[in-house]
Protein backbone atom coordinates (compact mmCIF):
# COMPACT_ATOMS: atom_id res chain seq x y z
CA UNK A 1 0.00 0.00 0.00
CA UNK A 2 1.07 3.59 -0.94
CA UNK A 3 2.51 5.59 2.19
CA UNK A 4 -0.25 8.71 1.13
CA UNK A 5 -2.87 5.54 1.32
CA UNK A 6 -1.77 4.50 4.72
CA UNK A 7 -2.22 7.97 6.00
CA UNK A 8 -5.32 8.35 4.49
CA UNK A 9 -6.40 5.25 6.07
CA UNK A 10 -5.63 6.10 9.34
CA UNK A 11 -7.49 9.53 9.28
CA UNK A 12 -10.29 7.26 8.29
CA UNK A 13 -10.16 5.61 11.23
CA UNK A 14 -9.39 8.16 13.71
CA UNK A 15 -12.80 10.67 11.83
CA UNK A 16 -14.68 12.04 14.93
CA UNK A 17 -18.03 10.48 14.81
CA UNK A 18 -20.21 11.68 17.50
CA UNK A 19 -21.99 8.46 19.26
CA UNK A 20 -22.70 7.11 22.67
CA UNK A 21 -22.38 3.59 22.62
CA UNK A 22 -18.81 1.92 22.04
CA UNK A 23 -18.44 -0.63 19.34
CA UNK A 24 -18.27 -3.34 21.79
CA UNK A 25 -22.32 -2.35 23.17
CA UNK A 26 -22.83 -1.94 19.19
CA UNK A 27 -21.26 -5.01 18.17
CA UNK A 28 -24.99 -6.72 17.82
CA UNK A 29 -25.61 -4.79 14.90
CA UNK A 30 -23.18 -6.90 12.97
CA UNK A 31 -24.74 -10.37 12.89
CA UNK A 32 -27.97 -8.42 12.30
CA UNK A 33 -26.45 -6.92 8.91
CA UNK A 34 -24.79 -9.56 8.24
CA UNK A 35 -27.93 -11.61 8.81
CA UNK A 36 -30.54 -9.39 6.90
CA UNK A 37 -28.24 -9.13 3.82
CA UNK A 38 -27.73 -12.22 3.28
CA UNK A 39 -31.91 -12.79 3.11
CA UNK A 40 -32.76 -10.08 0.80
CA UNK A 41 -29.90 -11.61 -1.34
CA UNK A 42 -30.39 -15.35 -1.01
CA UNK A 43 -33.83 -16.03 0.11
CA UNK A 44 -35.94 -16.39 -3.02
CA UNK A 45 -38.86 -14.50 -1.75
CA UNK A 46 -36.90 -11.42 -0.28
CA UNK A 47 -34.65 -11.48 -3.45
CA UNK A 48 -37.60 -11.10 -5.55
CA UNK A 49 -39.32 -8.47 -4.13
CA UNK A 50 -42.19 -9.68 -2.08
CA UNK A 51 -41.46 -8.61 0.95
CA UNK A 52 -40.55 -4.89 1.91
CA UNK A 53 -37.07 -5.88 3.30
CA UNK A 54 -36.36 -2.19 4.33
CA UNK A 55 -39.59 -2.02 6.50
CA UNK A 56 -38.85 -5.54 8.15
CA UNK A 57 -35.31 -4.22 9.13
CA UNK A 58 -36.85 -0.75 10.40
CA UNK A 59 -39.66 -1.65 12.53
CA UNK A 60 -37.54 -3.96 14.52
CA UNK A 61 -34.75 -1.99 14.87
CA UNK A 62 -37.50 1.06 16.33
CA UNK A 63 -38.43 -1.60 18.70
CA UNK A 64 -35.35 -2.93 19.73
CA UNK A 65 -33.94 -2.11 23.28
CA UNK A 66 -30.83 0.02 23.17
CA UNK A 67 -28.81 -2.64 24.62
CA UNK A 68 -30.85 -5.76 23.58
CA UNK A 69 -29.63 -9.02 25.13
CA UNK A 70 -28.37 -11.94 22.87
CA UNK A 71 -31.71 -13.53 23.79
CA UNK A 72 -33.27 -10.37 22.12
CA UNK A 73 -31.10 -10.72 18.90
CA UNK A 74 -31.86 -14.58 18.23
CA UNK A 75 -35.10 -13.87 18.53
CA UNK A 76 -35.30 -11.12 15.90
CA UNK A 77 -33.26 -13.19 13.53
CA UNK A 78 -35.79 -15.79 14.38
CA UNK A 79 -38.48 -13.54 13.38
CA UNK A 80 -37.01 -12.30 10.40
CA UNK A 81 -36.13 -15.85 8.96
CA UNK A 82 -39.81 -16.37 9.39
CA UNK A 83 -41.01 -13.32 7.97
CA UNK A 84 -39.44 -14.38 4.94
CA UNK A 85 -40.78 -17.75 5.00
CA UNK A 86 -40.72 -20.93 2.87
CA UNK A 87 -37.83 -20.45 0.40
CA UNK A 88 -40.44 -22.45 -2.08
CA UNK A 89 -38.40 -24.51 -3.71
CA UNK A 90 -38.12 -28.23 -3.46
CA UNK A 91 -34.80 -29.25 -5.49
CA UNK A 92 -31.58 -28.03 -3.90
CA UNK A 93 -29.57 -25.88 -5.53
CA UNK A 94 -25.92 -27.08 -6.65
CA UNK A 95 -22.79 -25.64 -5.44
CA UNK A 96 -21.07 -22.74 -7.91
CA UNK A 97 -20.05 -23.76 -10.82
CA UNK A 98 -16.44 -24.24 -12.25
CA UNK A 99 -16.05 -21.29 -13.97
CA UNK A 100 -17.41 -19.51 -10.65
CA UNK A 101 -14.81 -17.25 -8.79
CA UNK A 102 -15.32 -17.80 -4.70
CA UNK A 103 -12.17 -14.95 -3.79
CA UNK A 104 -14.78 -12.72 -2.67
CA UNK A 105 -17.22 -15.18 -0.91
CA UNK A 106 -17.28 -14.61 2.71
CA UNK A 107 -20.10 -16.51 5.13
CA UNK A 108 -18.08 -16.93 8.06
CA UNK A 109 -20.63 -15.21 9.92
CA UNK A 110 -22.98 -18.18 9.89
CA UNK A 111 -19.93 -19.60 11.99
CA UNK A 112 -20.29 -17.22 14.61
CA UNK A 113 -21.90 -19.37 17.60
CA UNK A 114 -21.76 -16.17 19.77
CA UNK A 115 -24.98 -14.93 17.70
CA UNK A 116 -26.90 -17.70 15.93
CA UNK A 117 -28.03 -20.71 17.57
CA UNK A 118 -27.29 -24.17 16.13
CA UNK A 119 -31.31 -23.95 14.97
CA UNK A 120 -30.82 -20.57 13.25
CA UNK A 121 -27.60 -21.87 11.66
CA UNK A 122 -29.57 -24.76 10.00
CA UNK A 123 -32.48 -22.74 8.90
CA UNK A 124 -29.71 -20.26 6.76
CA UNK A 125 -27.78 -22.93 5.51
CA UNK A 126 -30.87 -24.12 4.13
CA UNK A 127 -31.79 -20.96 2.04
CA UNK A 128 -28.24 -21.28 0.56
CA UNK A 129 -29.04 -24.74 -0.52
CA UNK A 130 -32.78 -23.04 -1.45
CA UNK A 131 -31.37 -19.69 -2.75
CA UNK A 132 -32.69 -17.78 -5.19
CA UNK A 133 -32.69 -19.53 -8.96
CA UNK A 134 -34.69 -16.50 -11.02
CA UNK A 135 -33.56 -12.71 -11.68
CA UNK A 136 -34.13 -11.01 -8.72
CA UNK A 137 -35.52 -7.80 -7.54
CA UNK A 138 -32.68 -5.63 -5.37
CA UNK A 139 -29.38 -6.47 -7.51
CA UNK A 140 -30.66 -7.71 -11.21
CA UNK A 141 -28.55 -7.62 -14.15
CA UNK A 142 -30.19 -5.17 -17.68
CA UNK A 143 -28.01 -7.93 -19.65
CA UNK A 144 -29.45 -11.38 -19.83
CA UNK A 145 -25.54 -12.32 -20.31
CA UNK A 146 -24.55 -10.71 -16.84
CA UNK A 147 -23.11 -7.59 -16.61
CA UNK A 148 -22.84 -4.92 -13.21
CA UNK A 149 -25.66 -5.05 -10.61
CA UNK A 150 -28.67 -2.66 -11.24
CA UNK A 151 -30.10 -1.32 -7.86
CA UNK A 152 -32.54 1.21 -9.47
CA UNK A 153 -35.28 -0.74 -7.35
CA UNK A 154 -34.10 0.20 -3.90
CA UNK A 155 -36.36 2.61 -2.11
CA UNK A 156 -34.54 6.53 -1.88
CA UNK A 157 -36.15 8.23 1.42
CA UNK A 158 -34.80 11.21 -0.61
CA UNK A 159 -36.42 13.60 1.99
CA UNK A 160 -34.36 11.95 5.16
CA UNK A 161 -31.77 14.56 5.22
CA UNK A 162 -31.02 13.42 8.67
CA UNK A 163 -32.86 9.78 8.65
CA UNK A 164 -33.84 8.50 12.34
CA UNK A 165 -31.58 5.57 13.58
CA UNK A 166 -33.03 2.89 12.06
CA UNK A 167 -33.09 4.35 8.86
CA UNK A 168 -28.75 5.06 9.32
CA UNK A 169 -28.60 1.89 10.10
CA UNK A 170 -30.77 0.95 7.07
CA UNK A 171 -28.13 3.46 4.99
CA UNK A 172 -25.35 1.29 6.67
CA UNK A 173 -26.42 -2.02 6.00
CA UNK A 174 -27.38 -1.54 2.16
CA UNK A 175 -24.15 -0.03 1.12
CA UNK A 176 -22.18 -2.48 3.09
CA UNK A 177 -24.20 -5.85 1.76
CA UNK A 178 -23.90 -4.48 -1.60
CA UNK A 179 -19.89 -4.55 -1.48
CA UNK A 180 -20.67 -7.64 0.42
CA UNK A 181 -22.05 -9.65 -2.38
CA UNK A 182 -21.67 -7.41 -5.55
CA UNK A 183 -18.70 -5.43 -5.62
CA UNK A 184 -16.26 -7.23 -7.91
CA UNK A 185 -12.98 -6.01 -6.59
CA UNK A 186 -13.67 -6.87 -2.79
CA UNK A 187 -10.46 -9.02 -2.31
CA UNK A 188 -8.50 -6.07 -3.02
CA UNK A 189 -10.04 -3.65 -0.23
CA UNK A 190 -7.22 -3.13 2.02
CA UNK A 191 -9.10 -4.03 5.12
CA UNK A 192 -11.20 -6.74 5.83
CA UNK A 193 -14.56 -5.93 5.26
CA UNK A 194 -15.95 -7.54 8.13
CA UNK A 195 -13.92 -4.83 10.20
CA UNK A 196 -14.81 -1.91 8.37
CA UNK A 197 -18.66 -2.84 9.49
CA UNK A 198 -17.66 -2.89 13.15
CA UNK A 199 -15.92 0.72 12.69
CA UNK A 200 -18.94 1.58 11.06
CA UNK A 201 -21.71 0.75 13.19
CA UNK A 202 -20.93 3.28 15.92
CA UNK A 203 -20.68 5.87 13.13
CA UNK A 204 -23.64 5.64 11.85
CA UNK A 205 -25.78 4.58 14.69
CA UNK A 206 -24.93 7.80 16.81
CA UNK A 207 -24.19 10.32 14.03
CA UNK A 208 -25.27 13.36 15.85
CA UNK A 209 -26.63 15.71 12.91
CA UNK A 210 -27.14 15.27 9.70
CA UNK A 211 -23.88 16.06 8.62
CA UNK A 212 -22.33 13.70 10.83
CA UNK A 213 -24.48 11.03 9.14
CA UNK A 214 -23.24 12.58 5.34
CA UNK A 215 -19.93 12.57 6.53
CA UNK A 216 -20.09 8.75 7.41
CA UNK A 217 -21.52 7.75 4.51
CA UNK A 218 -18.81 9.35 2.60
CA UNK A 219 -15.82 8.27 4.67
CA UNK A 220 -17.70 4.62 4.27
CA UNK A 221 -17.70 4.34 0.89
CA UNK A 222 -14.19 5.55 0.48
CA UNK A 223 -12.88 2.45 2.26
CA UNK A 224 -13.59 0.62 -1.08
CA UNK A 225 -10.40 2.39 -2.60
CA UNK A 226 -11.73 2.59 -5.71
CA UNK A 227 -12.02 5.71 -8.52
CA UNK A 228 -15.28 5.02 -9.36
CA UNK A 229 -16.51 5.53 -5.29
CA UNK A 230 -18.44 8.89 -6.54
CA UNK A 231 -20.41 9.70 -3.77
CA UNK A 232 -23.03 12.43 -4.22
CA UNK A 233 -25.21 14.20 -1.35
CA UNK A 234 -26.49 17.56 -1.06
CA UNK A 235 -25.88 18.18 2.11
CA UNK A 236 -22.27 16.39 1.59
CA UNK A 237 -21.51 18.73 -1.18
CA UNK A 238 -22.61 22.22 -0.02
CA UNK A 239 -20.10 21.46 2.80
CA UNK A 240 -17.56 21.79 0.44
CA UNK A 241 -18.99 24.09 -1.77
CA UNK A 242 -21.35 24.90 -4.72
CA UNK A 243 -18.82 27.40 -6.04
CA UNK A 244 -15.70 26.82 -7.94
CA UNK A 245 -12.40 28.37 -8.86
CA UNK A 246 -11.72 29.27 -12.29
CA UNK A 247 -8.89 27.15 -13.12
CA UNK A 248 -7.46 23.82 -12.57
CA UNK A 249 -4.68 22.82 -10.25
CA UNK A 250 -2.02 19.68 -10.48
CA UNK A 251 0.41 18.48 -8.00
CA UNK A 252 3.61 19.41 -9.67
CA UNK A 253 7.12 18.84 -7.86
CA UNK A 254 5.12 18.94 -4.47
CA UNK A 255 3.29 22.05 -5.29
CA UNK A 256 -0.02 22.88 -6.22
CA UNK A 257 0.43 24.78 -9.29
CA UNK A 258 -2.49 26.45 -11.62
CA UNK A 259 -2.12 24.29 -14.83
CA UNK A 260 -5.37 25.77 -16.86
CA UNK A 261 -7.27 28.75 -16.76
CA UNK A 262 -11.12 27.97 -17.60
CA UNK A 263 -12.58 30.91 -19.98
CA UNK A 264 -15.96 31.00 -20.39
CA UNK A 265 -18.85 34.05 -20.71
CA UNK A 266 -20.05 33.17 -17.75
CA UNK A 267 -16.87 32.31 -15.54
CA UNK A 268 -14.94 35.49 -14.27
CA UNK A 269 -11.80 36.21 -15.57
CA UNK A 270 -8.48 34.74 -13.15
CA UNK A 271 -6.26 37.17 -11.57
CA UNK A 272 -3.52 34.78 -11.63
CA UNK A 273 -1.62 33.00 -14.47
CA UNK A 274 -0.99 29.31 -15.59
CA UNK A 275 2.21 28.40 -13.61
CA UNK A 276 1.47 30.11 -10.30
CA UNK A 277 1.79 28.48 -7.68
CA UNK A 278 -1.03 28.56 -4.81
CA UNK A 279 0.45 29.46 -1.15
CA UNK A 280 -3.07 30.68 0.52
CA UNK A 281 -6.39 29.82 0.19
CA UNK A 282 -9.06 32.70 2.53
CA UNK A 283 -5.69 32.80 4.94
CA UNK A 284 -5.46 28.88 5.03
CA UNK A 285 -2.33 27.39 4.18
CA UNK A 286 -2.19 25.31 0.77
CA UNK A 287 -0.45 22.36 3.10
CA UNK A 288 -3.11 22.28 5.92
CA UNK A 289 -6.09 22.32 3.21
CA UNK A 290 -5.02 19.38 1.27
CA UNK A 291 -4.51 17.86 4.15
CA UNK A 292 -7.96 18.36 5.64
CA UNK A 293 -9.71 17.17 1.71
CA UNK A 294 -7.02 13.67 1.84
CA UNK A 295 -9.90 11.60 3.92
CA UNK A 296 -12.45 12.40 1.52
CA UNK A 297 -10.23 12.15 -1.53
CA UNK A 298 -9.27 8.26 -1.63
CA UNK A 299 -9.31 6.58 -5.00
CA UNK A 300 -8.00 3.45 -6.41
CA UNK A 301 -3.84 4.64 -6.40
CA UNK A 302 -1.84 7.57 -5.09
CA UNK A 303 -1.79 9.41 -8.26
CA UNK A 304 -5.93 9.24 -8.40
CA UNK A 305 -5.96 10.76 -4.86
CA UNK A 306 -3.62 13.68 -5.52
CA UNK A 307 -5.86 14.04 -8.85
CA UNK A 308 -8.97 14.48 -6.49
CA UNK A 309 -7.12 16.44 -3.75
CA UNK A 310 -6.23 19.12 -6.92
CA UNK A 311 -9.73 19.10 -7.78
CA UNK A 312 -11.55 19.57 -4.35
CA UNK A 313 -9.44 22.97 -3.59
CA UNK A 314 -11.20 24.22 -6.25
CA UNK A 315 -14.37 24.07 -4.57
CA UNK A 316 -15.09 26.90 -2.44
CA UNK A 317 -18.28 27.86 -0.15
CA UNK A 318 -18.48 31.63 -1.20
CA UNK A 319 -18.65 34.44 -4.03
CA UNK A 320 -15.27 35.52 -3.47
CA UNK A 321 -12.52 34.43 -2.16
CA UNK A 322 -8.53 35.70 -0.58
CA UNK A 323 -5.45 34.10 -1.96
CA UNK A 324 -2.21 34.02 -2.86
CA UNK A 325 0.41 32.81 -4.88
CA UNK A 326 4.13 32.43 -6.31
CA UNK A 327 4.28 34.10 -9.67
CA UNK A 328 7.58 33.95 -12.08
CA UNK A 329 7.84 37.33 -10.44
CA UNK A 330 6.86 37.27 -7.14
CA UNK A 331 4.34 36.49 -4.58
CA UNK A 332 1.12 37.94 -5.52
CA UNK A 333 -2.24 38.51 -3.23
CA UNK A 334 -5.64 38.62 -4.82
CA UNK A 335 -9.35 38.35 -4.84
CA UNK A 336 -10.56 35.49 -6.88
CA UNK A 337 -14.20 35.71 -7.83
CA UNK A 338 -15.55 31.83 -7.97
CA UNK A 339 -18.98 30.98 -10.04
CA UNK A 340 -21.03 28.34 -9.05
CA UNK A 341 -21.18 24.92 -10.58
CA UNK A 342 -24.43 25.22 -12.71
CA UNK A 343 -22.15 27.60 -14.71
CA UNK A 344 -19.22 25.14 -15.23
CA UNK A 345 -21.95 22.65 -16.70
CA UNK A 346 -22.48 24.65 -19.81
CA UNK A 347 -18.37 25.18 -19.94
CA UNK A 348 -17.64 21.29 -20.38
CA UNK A 349 -20.40 20.67 -22.35
CA UNK A 350 -19.13 22.86 -24.62
CA UNK A 351 -15.29 21.95 -24.35
CA UNK A 352 -15.59 18.79 -25.91
CA UNK A 353 -17.52 20.50 -28.97
CA UNK A 354 -15.66 23.05 -29.96
CA UNK A 355 -15.60 23.49 -33.71
CA UNK A 356 -12.11 25.24 -34.12
CA UNK A 357 -10.31 22.28 -31.83
CA UNK A 358 -9.25 19.75 -34.22
CA UNK A 359 -10.12 16.18 -33.42
CA UNK A 360 -7.10 15.15 -35.09
CA UNK A 361 -3.88 16.61 -36.98
CA UNK A 362 -0.84 16.10 -38.84
CA UNK A 363 2.26 17.56 -36.87
CA UNK A 364 5.76 18.47 -38.07
CA UNK A 365 7.95 14.57 -39.20
CA UNK A 366 4.96 13.29 -40.58
CA UNK A 367 3.34 12.32 -36.96
CA UNK A 368 0.00 12.31 -36.80
CA UNK A 369 -2.13 13.53 -33.25
CA UNK A 370 -5.74 12.21 -32.42
CA UNK A 371 -7.77 13.67 -29.59
CA UNK A 372 -9.43 10.47 -28.21
CA UNK A 373 -11.41 12.96 -26.13
CA UNK A 374 -13.07 14.85 -29.34
CA UNK A 375 -12.86 12.23 -31.92
CA UNK A 376 -16.11 11.28 -32.64
CA UNK A 377 -17.67 7.76 -33.44
CA UNK A 378 -18.27 7.62 -37.47
CA UNK A 379 -14.58 9.87 -37.82
CA UNK A 380 -12.24 6.96 -37.62
CA UNK A 381 -12.21 6.01 -41.44
CA UNK A 382 -11.61 10.34 -42.42
CA UNK A 383 -8.84 10.42 -39.78
CA UNK A 384 -7.20 6.92 -40.83
CA UNK A 385 -7.55 8.28 -44.65
CA UNK A 386 -5.67 11.43 -43.63
CA UNK A 387 -2.98 10.00 -41.47
CA UNK A 388 -2.23 7.10 -42.95
CA UNK A 389 1.19 7.12 -44.33
CA UNK A 390 2.99 9.12 -41.10
CA UNK A 391 5.29 7.61 -39.52
CA UNK A 392 3.61 7.10 -36.50
CA UNK A 393 0.09 8.56 -34.58
CA UNK A 394 0.12 9.62 -31.22
CA UNK A 395 -3.83 8.68 -29.50
CA UNK A 396 -4.03 11.10 -27.04
CA UNK A 397 -5.93 9.75 -23.88
CA UNK A 398 -5.88 11.62 -21.48
CA UNK A 399 -9.16 12.14 -21.31
CA UNK A 400 -12.56 10.26 -22.18
CA UNK A 401 -12.84 9.25 -24.91
CA UNK A 402 -16.27 9.10 -26.81
CA UNK A 403 -16.61 5.24 -27.72
CA UNK A 404 -14.64 4.91 -30.85
CA UNK A 405 -11.95 1.98 -29.61
CA UNK A 406 -13.45 -0.74 -32.12
CA UNK A 407 -13.62 1.50 -35.08
CA UNK A 408 -9.98 3.07 -34.82
CA UNK A 409 -9.02 -0.58 -33.69
CA UNK A 410 -10.42 -2.37 -37.06
CA UNK A 411 -8.25 0.29 -39.03
CA UNK A 412 -5.22 0.42 -37.00
CA UNK A 413 -4.20 -3.79 -36.76
CA UNK A 414 -3.04 -5.99 -38.72
CA UNK A 415 -5.53 -8.99 -37.57
CA UNK A 416 -8.29 -9.13 -34.58
CA UNK A 417 -6.60 -9.51 -31.21
CA UNK A 418 -7.71 -10.00 -27.65
CA UNK A 419 -7.79 -7.24 -25.23
CA UNK A 420 -9.95 -7.68 -22.28
CA UNK A 421 -11.65 -10.30 -20.55
CA UNK A 422 -14.51 -9.65 -17.72
CA UNK A 423 -15.85 -10.85 -14.22
CA UNK A 424 -19.42 -9.75 -13.20
CA UNK A 425 -21.54 -10.40 -9.72
CA UNK A 426 -23.19 -13.39 -9.63
CA UNK A 427 -26.88 -12.44 -8.20
CA UNK A 428 -27.97 -16.35 -8.07
CA UNK A 429 -25.23 -17.37 -5.82
CA UNK A 430 -24.28 -13.61 -4.23
CA UNK A 431 -20.70 -13.15 -3.26
CA UNK A 432 -18.97 -15.23 -6.33
CA UNK A 433 -18.25 -14.09 -9.29
CA UNK A 434 -18.23 -15.18 -13.21
CA UNK A 435 -16.09 -15.24 -16.15
CA UNK A 436 -17.64 -13.55 -19.27
CA UNK A 437 -17.89 -16.76 -21.57
CA UNK A 438 -15.68 -15.29 -23.96
CA UNK A 439 -12.50 -12.26 -24.56
CA UNK A 440 -12.99 -9.62 -26.47
CA UNK A 441 -11.43 -8.64 -29.33
CA UNK A 442 -10.65 -6.04 -31.47
CA UNK A 443 -9.45 -5.17 -35.22
CA UNK A 444 -10.76 -7.72 -37.64
CA UNK A 445 -9.37 -11.03 -38.98
CA UNK A 446 -6.53 -10.70 -42.04
CA UNK A 447 -6.99 -6.84 -42.56
CA UNK A 448 -5.35 -6.37 -46.17
CA UNK A 449 -5.13 -2.63 -45.40
CA UNK A 450 -3.26 -2.14 -41.35
CA UNK A 451 -1.64 0.77 -40.16
CA UNK A 452 2.29 0.46 -40.88
CA UNK A 453 3.61 3.00 -39.05
CA UNK A 454 4.14 3.37 -35.16
CA UNK A 455 1.57 4.03 -32.46
CA UNK A 456 2.34 5.78 -29.09
CA UNK A 457 -0.38 6.32 -26.31
CA UNK A 458 -0.51 8.63 -23.62
CA UNK A 459 -1.91 8.68 -20.53
CA UNK A 460 -1.69 9.87 -17.36
CA UNK A 461 -4.21 9.95 -13.85
CA UNK A 462 -6.98 11.59 -15.67
CA UNK A 463 -7.45 8.78 -17.90
CA UNK A 464 -10.01 6.37 -16.48
CA UNK A 465 -12.64 3.85 -16.65
CA UNK A 466 -13.48 4.01 -20.55
CA UNK A 467 -9.92 6.18 -21.23
CA UNK A 468 -8.35 2.51 -19.30
CA UNK A 469 -10.60 0.42 -21.82
CA UNK A 470 -9.45 2.30 -24.46
CA UNK A 471 -5.54 2.29 -23.45
CA UNK A 472 -6.02 -1.43 -23.56
CA UNK A 473 -7.63 -2.00 -27.02
CA UNK A 474 -4.92 0.14 -28.33
CA UNK A 475 -2.52 -1.65 -26.73
CA UNK A 476 -2.82 -4.20 -28.93
CA UNK A 477 -1.24 -2.73 -31.72
CA UNK A 478 2.09 -4.31 -32.32
CA UNK A 479 4.78 -2.75 -30.24
CA UNK A 480 2.69 0.35 -29.48
CA UNK A 481 4.40 2.56 -26.47
CA UNK A 482 2.53 3.92 -23.88
CA UNK A 483 3.93 7.57 -22.15
CA UNK A 484 2.96 9.09 -19.47
CA UNK A 485 1.94 8.33 -15.93
CA UNK A 486 0.19 5.75 -13.90
CA UNK A 487 -3.70 5.56 -14.89
CA UNK A 488 -6.68 5.90 -12.24
CA UNK A 489 -6.90 2.25 -11.89
CA UNK A 490 -10.55 1.89 -12.35
CA UNK A 491 -11.82 0.45 -15.18
CA UNK A 492 -15.01 -0.99 -16.15
CA UNK A 493 -18.97 0.14 -15.90
CA UNK A 494 -20.12 1.83 -13.16
CA UNK A 495 -22.78 0.89 -10.50
CA UNK A 496 -24.82 2.82 -7.88
CA UNK A 497 -26.69 2.71 -5.31
CA UNK A 498 -28.74 4.92 -2.47
CA UNK A 499 -29.02 5.39 0.50
CA UNK A 500 -31.67 7.62 2.61
CA UNK A 501 -31.57 10.65 2.76
CA UNK A 502 -30.70 11.71 -1.20
CA UNK A 503 -27.20 9.65 -0.88
CA UNK A 504 -25.81 8.13 -4.31
CA UNK A 505 -22.49 6.15 -4.28
CA UNK A 506 -21.23 4.58 -7.00
CA UNK A 507 -18.26 1.54 -7.62
CA UNK A 508 -16.99 -0.15 -10.17
CA UNK A 509 -19.73 -2.80 -11.28
CA UNK A 510 -17.24 -4.86 -13.74
CA UNK A 511 -13.99 -6.86 -13.00
CA UNK A 512 -11.77 -5.96 -16.06
CA UNK A 513 -8.88 -7.73 -17.00
CA UNK A 514 -6.06 -8.17 -19.37
CA UNK A 515 -6.65 -11.69 -21.27
CA UNK A 516 -3.59 -13.01 -19.45
CA UNK A 517 -5.08 -11.97 -15.83
CA UNK A 518 -3.42 -9.22 -15.28
CA UNK A 519 -5.47 -6.69 -13.27
CA UNK A 520 -6.11 -3.37 -13.67
CA UNK A 521 -8.35 -2.04 -10.69
CA UNK A 522 -6.11 0.25 -7.96
CA UNK A 523 -2.96 -0.74 -10.66
CA UNK A 524 -3.92 0.98 -13.46
CA UNK A 525 -1.77 1.26 -16.23
CA UNK A 526 1.87 1.44 -15.74
CA UNK A 527 3.43 3.57 -18.87
CA UNK A 528 6.38 2.16 -20.44
CA UNK A 529 7.89 5.95 -20.46
CA UNK A 530 7.24 7.56 -17.41
CA UNK A 531 7.27 11.56 -18.04
CA UNK A 532 5.35 14.22 -15.90
CA UNK A 533 4.64 17.72 -16.30
CA UNK A 534 7.39 19.84 -14.84
CA UNK A 535 6.74 23.88 -13.27
CA UNK A 536 8.92 24.72 -16.15
CA UNK A 537 7.44 23.17 -18.72
CA UNK A 538 3.63 24.57 -17.72
CA UNK A 539 4.90 27.87 -17.43
CA UNK A 540 6.49 28.35 -20.49
CA UNK A 541 3.10 26.37 -22.13
CA UNK A 542 4.78 22.96 -22.83
CA UNK A 543 3.07 19.41 -23.30
CA UNK A 544 5.99 17.65 -22.09
CA UNK A 545 4.36 14.21 -22.30
CA UNK A 546 3.27 14.89 -25.92
CA UNK A 547 7.35 16.36 -26.73
CA UNK A 548 8.83 12.87 -25.14
CA UNK A 549 6.66 11.16 -27.28
CA UNK A 550 7.62 12.94 -30.55
CA UNK A 551 11.04 12.22 -29.22
CA UNK A 552 10.32 9.22 -28.84
CA UNK A 553 9.30 8.32 -32.45
CA UNK A 554 12.43 10.97 -34.02
CA UNK A 555 15.18 9.32 -31.63
CA UNK A 556 14.12 5.67 -30.25
CA UNK A 557 15.18 4.08 -27.58
CA UNK A 558 16.51 0.69 -26.74
Keep these: MKPILLLLAGMLSLANFSYSQSKEELSFMEPLCQTWGFLKYYHPRVAQGKIDWDSVLVSDLEKLDSLPSRQDIQDLMDHWIAAAGPTGLSIQRPAPSQDSLLRNLDLDFLNDSKWLTIGLKQQLLNVINHRIQSEPYYAFHQNPFGGPPDFRNEKTYINMVYPSMPYRMLALFRYWNAIQYFYPYKYLIDKDWNDVLTAYVPQFYGAADAKAYHDAGRFLTAEIL ?50 DIILEINGKAIDSLQKELEPHCIASNT ?11 TFVTTEKIEMVVEGSSGIKRAQVASTPNSSFYSYYKEYYNREEVAHWRMMDDNIGYVDMGR ?12 LKETQAIIFD ?34 GTLKWYPEVYKVGKRKNSNPYLGKVFILQDESTQSHAEFTVMALQTFPNSVTVGSQTAGADGNVTSITMPGGIRAAFTGLGVYYPDGRETQRIGIIPDFEIKPS ?11 LEYAVDLILNPKP
Aim: glycine share 6%; hydrophobic share 30%.
Design 226 to 275: DSHSNYSSQIWSEAFGNYRLPFRLRFIDGKVVISELIQHNEIPQSPFTVG
Design 303 to 313: PTTIRNIMSYL
Design 375 to 386: LEQGEARKMMKE
Design 397 to 430: VRNYPKGTLYEVCRLLLPNEEPFVKFTYPDPLYP
Design 535 to 545: LEGIREGKDEV
